[in-house]
C-alpha cells in the first residue's frame, strides 16, 4: 500500500485497493478515496467489460440509511421517485433536487421496510439533507466506511457469481433493477444489486468491509481463467459514455442544472404527491433551457472535454465529457444542447485549443440502444 500513499498521500483506501494498489501508478480523487486511473491499460479494462468481465471498485459512494418510524416516508420526501409503490425487492433510481428544481444528487434507493431505507448516490449533501428533513426517531447513518462495494460488469459476470453461490441468479430468479438482501458468496453474507454503470449484465457486491478481501479473493479464484481483471477510471468512463450514462460533479450536472436537463426528467413523478423541489420543477417542465445529448465526433479524444460547442459562430451547448469510443473507432461526448438543436443529426462544431471540430449529435445511447445486454 506504500505507493498509493506516495502517489495518492490525502487520499483514502478503499477495502479492496490492497489488491491492486502495486499495480497502479496515477489515482484520482473518488469522493475522497483512491480510485485508480487504470490497473493495467485502460484499453484491456474496457475489453474486458464488454466482452468478459470487469471487477469495478466503487467504495468511494456514499450510503446513507434511514431508520425509524416514518422513514419511507422520509425519503420519498427527498426523491424524485415514488417509493410508496415500488413492488418488493426493487431497486429506483431517481434524483433529489434542492428547492428551487436544482440537481443536489442522483441516487439509488432501496426500502428493505418502511422503517429502513437505503440511498445510495454521489455526494455528502445527500446525508445532510436526510438530517435536515427528519424528525424525531428517525436515524440517519453514513455506511461506506463500513461497507466494501464491488461492481462485477460484463457478459460473463453471472457465471463468474454462480461460481462461488448456490443462489438462483437467472434472469427469471433476479432480474434487472432488483437486489438480494442475504446471498452467501464463497460462505461470506453479502447484498446483490443487479445494475450497474457500463451497460452490459452487471451486479454490485456489498459487503462488510473485513470480508471484502476474501470475497475479492474468491471471485478472481474462479474469474480470472474467464478474464476477470480490476478496471480504473478511464474504462468505466469510455464505458459509460457509450452508454449515455450521467456523473454529477460538474460534469452532466451541478447545482445549476435540473433534471430535465441532464437526462432525468424521466424520473420526476409528479403524481406521488409533495416532495422537496416539486413546484419549481412543474415550473421548469416545459422551459428547460438545454437537453443532454450524445455527440460523435471524428477526433479529439478527452480534450473535447468542457469545449463549448456552436452552431453558425453561436454557442449552443457544451461537451460535458468526451473519450475516445473503443466501440464507435472515433470520440464521443456528452453535451448539454439548447433545446431548439438537441436533435439527432445537427451538426455543431466544439471549439478547442487547437481548433475546431465538427461532430454530429447521434441517438443516446450509442452502445445497446435498446438496453438489451443489461437485461440479459
Known amino acids: 500500500m506504500s505507493q498509493m500513499f506516495d502517489t495518492a498521500p490525502d487520499l483514502k483506501p478503499t477495502p479492496f485497493s490492497p489488491r491492486f494498489a502495486d ?67 426493487r431497486v ?3 434524483a433529489v433536487v434542492d428547492e428551487d428544481g436544482m440537481m443536489v444528487d442522483d441516487v439509488t434507493s432501496i426500502v428493505f421496510s418502511p422503517e429502513f431505507v437505503r440511498v445510495t448516490g454521489g455526494t455528502a449533501r445527500l446525508e445532510e439533507l436526510l438530517r435536515e428533513l427528519g424528525g424525531v426517531g428517525i436515524r440517519v447513518s453514513q455506511r461506506r466506511e463500513e461497507i466494501g462495494h464491488l ?10 457469481l454462480a461460481a462461488v453461490t448456490d443462489d438462483d ?30 451497460a452490459e449484465l452487471g451486479y454490485e457486491i456489498w459487503v462488510d468491509v473485513e470480508h471484502a478481501l476474501g470475497v475479492w479473493d474468491a471471485l478472481f479464484a474462479v474469474g480470472e481463467p474467464v478474464g476477470l481483471i480490476p478496471v480504473g477510471a478511464i474504462a468505466v468512463m469510455m464505458l459509460r459514455i457509450e452508454a449515455g450514462l450521467i456523473m454529477g460533479d460538474g460534469l452532466e450536472y451541478d447545482s445549476t442544472v435540473s433534471p430535465f436537463e441532464c437526462g432525468l426528467g424521466w424520473t420526476i413523478d409528479f403524481e406521488k ?24 465526433l471524428p477526433t479529439g479524444g478527452d480534450t473535447a472535454s468542457g469545449a463549448p460547442l ?24 456528452l453535451a448539454r444542447v439548447t433545446r431548439e438543436h438537441a436533435v439527432v443529426g445537427t451538426r455543431p462544431v466544439a471549439v478547442i ?24
Open 169 to 198: 441468479l437467472s434472469n427469471e430468479a433476479f432480474p434487472y433493477y432488483t437486489y438480494k438482501p442475504r446471498v452467501e458468496l464463497a460462505g461470506v453474507p453479502v447484498h446483490l444489486n443487479r445494475l450497474g454503470f457500463t
Open 353 to 376: 485549443d487547437d481548433g475546431s471540430i465538427e461532430g454530429e449529435i447521434v441517438r443516446m445511447p450509442v452502445y445497446d440502444p435498446d438496453r438489451i445486454r443489461v437485461r440479459s
Open 151 to 160: 461492481c462485477l460488469q460484463g457478459p460473463r459476470s453471472r457465471e463468474v
Open 273 to 296: 404527491g409533495p416532495f422537496q423541489g416539486r413546484e419549481a420543477l412543474l415550473a421548469l417542465k416545459e422551459s428547460a433551457p438545454t437537453q443532454l445529448v450524445t455527440i460523435r
Open 92 to 94: 429506483a433510481y431517481g
Open 23 to 89: 499495480q497502479v501508478s496515477e489515482w484520482v480523487d473518488g469522493f475522497g478515496y483512491a480510485a485508480p486511473l487504470a490497473v493495467s491499460t485502460s484499453e484491456a479494462e474496457y475489453k474486458a467489460v464488454r466482452e468478459a468481465v470487469g471487477a469495478l471498485d466503487f467504495s468511494m459512494l456514499y450510503k446513507v440509511d434511514v431508520e425509524g418510524k416514518g422513514a419511507l416516508e422520509l425519503v420519498n420526501s427527498l426523491v424524485t421517485r415514488d417509493l410508496r409503490s415500488l413492488a418488493p425487492g
Open 310 to 333: 456552436e452552431l453558425a459562430g453561436k454557442r449552443v451547448g457544451q461537451v460535458t465529457m468526451s473519450m475516445p469510443s473503443p466501440y464507435t473507432g472515433d470520440t464521443l461526448g
